[in-house]
């Protein structure tokens, strides 16, 4: 039992450090054109689902990561329509 | 002598005119290019002057830009900065965020004496601890009979473990179907009631459960989407009794809290009986668990042009007590195109009791329209809405088959804050709130 909460501590630890969401940060002009043009498809589709989709101006880009972070798990959103979905809304 | 000077003086001025002449051609060419080359050389000096100009500026602004970082790397060397960047790296922004939704309303039944306000406020509150682990909580305060209830609607910690993996842990609502997990908040839910499976003795799985769960989502580019969730949990738990005296088995207020408010004991000298009813199940009755999945697909390409279809299926198997099992699946589809929507869910519920089983189904169906393109401002902001559904109680009381149909209207002040009208016709038509009329303010922040 104590190499078990032994090793699921190393796991979580080692998750804590690991790099955030892969370098959205350095990705290129063209790039981010592409994702923001990837997220304001899926905006309507991915929000619009459940409910009215809410615009990016109602809250402010880094409120938007913990938000998006919440409905990506929610959602069942794989990583890539998150950080689309993400970009859009901060773009906004 | 005479004429030998004017001959003389004629071939002089010839032979000066001779000589002169060509010279000073040639003198007014050599010029020209002389002028061409100074021109040339004016430009070449200019061009020189310019690129020698736009190298400067290069430098120094590569000079600044490298001062910069210097002096970003000196004042991070600095002592305690270091530290607090690693830190501030290492959390991200914005660890903190409130946000939920609450409601009041007013309900009028007809033949009941029951007509009231209701209101809640549920806040959700977001910790986000870096870019992989959240903790969430949304914690309910609801006026329930003269007091206010507080209760703990989830509480749970989520890792992202990958792109199309997250472990989740911790009290959650239980994702079968799509209602319970994420259409029953009001600002999202398009009526002010639920629908019969989710409501009340009609209720056939439970809204939360508490254990830990695997789940994502997988783009197949043209062949679609996929999402899932598997989990396990400690499980259903039944209270004893049939719906509490005076209490309707259907078609019920819906503004109430989701978890039933069950408090009396299960018998299991006794087991459980016909028509038990859902009940909290904060700690496990057995060592029997509970496992459940719930599987979805999207085939539909996302740019929306054909719309956006869901399509799923979901279970929920658990050991109600030493000797029962509880068996439940569902399946759900839901259609949006434009300014229609679509949606409807079937759920199946069996209480194992060897050859006496206690079998439960509930549906329904909604579809709603925004008339955005019909009505002029500020009417183009009102959406209609109407549902049916219903619930079935087999082997156990078979003329309890209550059937619902609702309709409503949504004036939408912003995508977050609807105000809601509905009317609901229950069935059979003499139950004691056949007719009735709900009203409710929506916000979501």
């Known amino acids: 039992m104590t190499k078990q909460i032994g090793a699921i501590t190393i796991f979580l630890a080692v998750l804590c450090i690991m790099p955030s969401l892969a370098g959205a940060d350095e990705t290129s002009k063209a790039e981010q054109r592409a994702l923001f043009r990837q997220g304001a498809q899926l905006w309507p589709q991915s929000c619009g689902a459940c409910h009215k989709a809410r615009p990016g101006g109602e809250r402010s880009p880094s409120e938007w990561e913990t938000i998006m972070m919440h409905m990506r798990v929610r959602a069942n959103l794989p990583g890539q329509h998150a950080r689309a ?5 901060k773009s906004r | 002598m005479g004429t030998f000077r004017t001959w003389g003086a004629n071939l002089l001025a010839l032979i000066l005119l001779i ?15 002389e002028m061409g080359e100074l021109r040339d ?5 200019k061009q020189k002057t310019g690129d020698l100009e736009r190298k400067l500026d290069e430098v120094e602004a590569t000079g600044k830009e490298e001062r910069g970082a210097i002096e970003a790397r000196v004042e991070e060397a600095a002592p305690g900065k270091a530290v607090e960047g690693a830190l501030s790296r290492y959390w991200g922004d914005s ?6 939704y609450g409601f009041a309303g007013y309900q009028w039944d007809d033949g009941s004496d029951e007509n009231s306000f209701n209101a809640a406020f549920v806040p959700i509150a977001l910790f986000r601890i870096n870019d992989r682990i959240l903790f969430e909580a949304e914690v309910e305060f609801e006026l329930e009979d003269n007091q206010v209830e507080v209760g703990l609607e989830y509480a749970l910690a989520d890792i992202i473990l990958t792109d199309n993996i997250t472990l989740s842990a911790g009290k959650f609502l239980l994702p079968f179907n799509e209602f319970a997990e ?3 908040p009001a600002w999202i839910n398009k009526l002010v009631s639920f629908p019969s499976p989710y409501e009340g003795a ?5 809204f939360t459960e508490l254990g830990a769960q695997l789940r994502g989502g997988v783009d197949m580019g043209k062949a679609g989407l996929f999402d899932y969730a598997i989990y396990v949990a400690n499980g259903p738990r039944f209270d004893t009794g049939e719906a509490e005296e005076g209490e309707e088995p259907s078609g019920h207020a819906i503004t109430r809290s989701l978890e039933d408010d069950a408090e009396e004991e299960p018998s299991e000298d006794e087991g459980v009986p016909y028509g038990a009813r859902l009940a909290k199940n904060f700690e496990d009755l057995n060592r029997g668990k509970a496992y459940g999945a719930r599987v979805g697909f999207l085939p539909l390409p996302p740019d929306g042009k054909m719309g956006r279809l869901r399509l799923g299926a979901s279970t929920y198997n658990g050991q109600a007590n030493e000797n029962n099992w509880y068996y439940a699946w569902g399946i759900d589809a839901s259609y949006r195109y434009d300014l229609w929507e679509l949606r409807g869910e079937y759920l199946h519920g069996t209480l194992d009791r060897r050859g006496q089983d206690d079998t439960r189904e509930g549906w329904y169906v909604q579809g709603s329209y925004e008339l955005s393109r019909v009505l002029p401002a500020p009417l183009d902001r009102l959406e209609v809405i109407t549902r049916y559904s219903g619930a079935n109680r087999l082997g156990s009381d078979p003329l309890r088959k209550p059937r619902q149909v609702a ?6 002040l912003t995508p977050s804050v609807a105000l809601k009208l509905e009317y609901d016709h229950n069935l059979p038509s003499d139950a004691s709130d056949s007719n009735r009329v709900l009203s409710q303010v929506a916000v979501g922040f």
Not at chain 2, 41 to 45: F, G, S
Not at chain 2, 407 to 412: I, T
């Open chain 2, 19 to 33: 000589s002169v002449s060509p010279n000073a051609g040639l003198a007014g060419s050599a010029h020209g290019d």
């Open chain 2, 202 to 206: 009609n209720r056939i799985v439970p």
């Open chain 2, 407 to 412: 309709v409503g209207f949504d004036y939408w």
């Open chain 1, 85 to 89: 979905i993400l970009h859009y809304l």
């Open chain 2, 95 to 100: 660890r903190a965020l409130v946000t939920g």
């Open chain 2, 182 to 184: 994420r259409l029953h």
């Open chain 2, 41 to 45: 050389e004016i430009r070449r000096l």
